[in-house]
Nanobody
Framework: QVQLVESGGGLVQPGGSLILSCAAS????????MSWYRQAPGKERELVAR????????NYADSVKGRFTISRDNAKNTAYLQMNSLKPEDTAVYYC?????????????WGQGTQVTVSS
């Protein structure tokens, strides 16, 4: 069955770094765009970063540009989110998403989320 398993979250001080990983199984990882979303308490889920299946197009939310880097390793079926210069406002549950649109089908998978807390 399809699985997306996030790891790497935790508690970090402001200015610190974390690397999130998303291990995928049960589908053809290399055919899917991968994204990281986050949801803070009382707020809507928001897109943080997205990378195309081939890794040739990458987009970031303005709030994380220059601090976060999304990447993927299709040989390992894993996506990553390198987070540097973390701020308290980055505190949220971070979710991995895999998506492939092959009309008329829209394949969309989510992980269970990993908590990131930025606090001194």
């Amino acid at each position: 069955q399809v699985q997306l398993v996030e790891s790497g979250g935790g508690l970090v001080q402001p200015g610190g770094s974390l690397i999130l990983s998303c291990a995928a199984s049960g589908f053809t990882f290399s055919s899917y765009a991968m994204s990281w979303y986050r949801q803070a308490p009382g707020k809507e889920r928001e897109l943080v970063a997205r990378i195309t299946s081939a890794g040739d197009i990458i987009n970031y939310a303005d709030s994380v540009k220059g601090r976060f880097t999304i990447s993927r390793d299709n040989a390992k079926n894993t996506a990553y989110l390198q987070m540097n210069s973390l701020k308290p406002e980055d505190t949220a549950v971070y979710y991995c998403n895999a998506r492939r649109v092959r009309l008329p089908m829209n394949y969309n998978y989510w992980g269970q989320g990993t908590q990131v807390t930025v606090s001194s």
